[in-house]
């Protein structure tokens, strides 16, 4: 079970990271988001998330603790969520219907993520 979690996590991280580092303006034009000030902050963003899934596998495929665990991945996945839901809840960004929708459900992935992860840890 805590292969399939992980490669869930590691398809989350990819789906979000790669497509900022590719096409960030894009990304966020397509999201709902306002356009960030610096493309290549929003890269860094993209390869930070790039490299927490490459960590993920490199943990999975040699089994020795090497990259980021289940602990790891819990920690990252309960601070995205927590950071993500408190802007929410916050009410202090004025955002699209779309955006605000996809805000939610990446919230409720990662929340979902670390619970999942959280006893392996």
Do not use: Y
Not at 14 to 34: M, N, Q
Not at 55 to 76: E, K, N, S
Not at 78 to 83: D, K, P
């Amino acid at each position: 079970m805590l292969d399939q979690i992980l490669w869930l996590d590691v398809l989350l991280k990819l789906g979000c990271g790669i497509p900022l580092v590719l096409l960030p303006l894009a990304s966020f034009k397509a999201a709902g988001l306002p356009a960030a000030g610096s493309m290549l902050a929003v890269r860094m963003l993209g390869a930070a998330m790039i490299g927490i899934a490459a960590a993920i596998v490199l943990q999975g495929l040699v089994h020795r603790p090497t990259g980021l665990g289940p602990g790891g991945a819990f920690l990252v996945n309960l601070t995205g969520a927590l950071v993500l839901g408190l802007v929410l809840v916050s009410g202090k960004t004025e955002l699209a219907l779309r955006a605000r929708l996809l805000l939610w459900l990446l919230f409720v992935a990662m929340g979902l993520l670390a619970a999942l992860e959280l006893p392996f840890s």
